[in-house]
């Protein structure tokens, strides 16, 4: 039995498929709002399917964004594909379309259909909601379940996103481990400073079309119980379009594609982006328009009569450094002050 178990595992060659890479597709990231900008457009190359990098950054575009009216609005380039617009001089508008323009390195002039913004109703609550279980190996898990509530309006055709920012105030702007003595060793910032924590890739879609024109309640975000301290969160609800709800919802689609045979195969999703000289080349993406209302809120958390869950840091020795540290910039670290803060 062996040596015929042997042979059967001999006789089976590796499967290695032939996989052929499509041509190089730009992909386009942008959301501008009546809320307060910069805002931002993020453009890159596709890849080919085994490239660990995923996609390259374009940095030698030309971006800028015209309303109905004919304004134009230029974005600056930041690197790594990034391009913002001037906070000072340019704010979305309700009412206004808005069209996103790219001129690549070739001349070639990209262009989004147009996005009308739509004013976005107001978050009328936000609160938290206590859960706890126990998992599978025996460990307690609890958080809180985090919600709000808006009233939708009585107009059918209603579309929504939400996302949300973690802010936290920091004492030390620098750590040192002294890998002789073991000693960490900190350094207070300089100013005041914030860390930042985001919803990064979460994608929270809705339609109105079960709660047209009554109270909308929908989870947004779950927090941990690691301390019984309020939590800041600064949550936004966007007011989209219909074909930036669906761009979305089917790009969660694939996401949550559970990988079954019978799952619906992964594809690009079509965006709203395209070459008029050529519009059989796929461009991946959305430039959406969307109008932004925004929430500050302090949660609390002391009202659970179960005890917070902590993770021990252990006999660590730390030593102050008579020194400051500037709070430097970043997408994890700010030294502006949060909105509502």
Not at 8 to 32: A, E, H, N, R
Not at 72 to 100: M, N
Not at 115 to 130: C, F, G, K, M, N
């Amino acid at each position: 039995m062996a040596g015929m178990a042997l042979a059967l595992y001999t006789c089976v060659d590796p499967y290695s498929p032939d996989i052929q890479t499509g041509p190089i597709k730009l992909i386009v990231d942008g959301l501008l709002t009546d809320g307060p900008g910069p805002y931002t457009v993020t453009l890159a190359l596709s890849e080919p399917y085994n490239n660990e990098r995923g996609t390259l950054p374009v940095n030698s575009a030309q971006v800028y964004v015209e309303d109905h009216t004919g304004q134009r609005f230029d974005y600056t380039p930041r690197g790594s594909g990034i391009y913002q617009s001037d906070s000072a001089g340019f704010r979305g508008q309700a009412g206004f379309t808005y069209t996103l323009f790219v001129r690549a390195s070739d001349g070639s002039l990209y262009r989004s259909r147009p996005e009308l913004l739509r004013a976005a109703p107001a978050i009328d609550t936000a609160y938290s909601e206590y859960y706890s279980t126990t998992n599978s190996a025996g460990i307690r898990v609890a958080g809180f379940e985090v919600y709000i509530e808006t009233a939708d309006p009585d107009t059918s055709g209603n579309f929504y996103s939400w996302n949300w920012t973690h802010y936290d105030t920091i004492d030390y702007c620098l750590q040192r481990l002294d890998g002789e003595t073991r000693v960490m060793y900190l350094s207070p910032c300089c100013d005041p400073c914030w860390m930042v924590r985001r919803c990064n890739g979460c994608i929270n879609v809705l339609s109105d079309v079960f709660v047209n024109g009554n109270t909308l309640k929908r989870q947004v975000a779950t927090i941990p119980y690691n301390s019984k301290s309020d939590y800041f969160m600064v949550i936004d609800q966007l007011a989209l379009s219909r074909e930036a709800y669906q761009f979305w919802q089917l790009v969660n689609g694939q996401i949550n594609n559970s990988g079954g045979i019978f799952d619906q195969p992964p594809a690009t999703v079509p965006g709203n982006m395209y070459l008029p000289e050529k519009p059989e080349e796929q461009v991946l993406g959305f430039f959406a328009a969307a109008g932004l209302a925004r929430r500050s809120v302090y949660l609390k958390r002391n009202y659970a009569a179960d005890p917070p869950i902590t993770t021990s840091t252990g006999n660590q020795i730390t030593s102050q450094t008579q020194f400051c540290e500037p709070c430097v910039e970043s997408r994890t670290r700010t030294a502006r002050r949060p909105p509502g803060w």
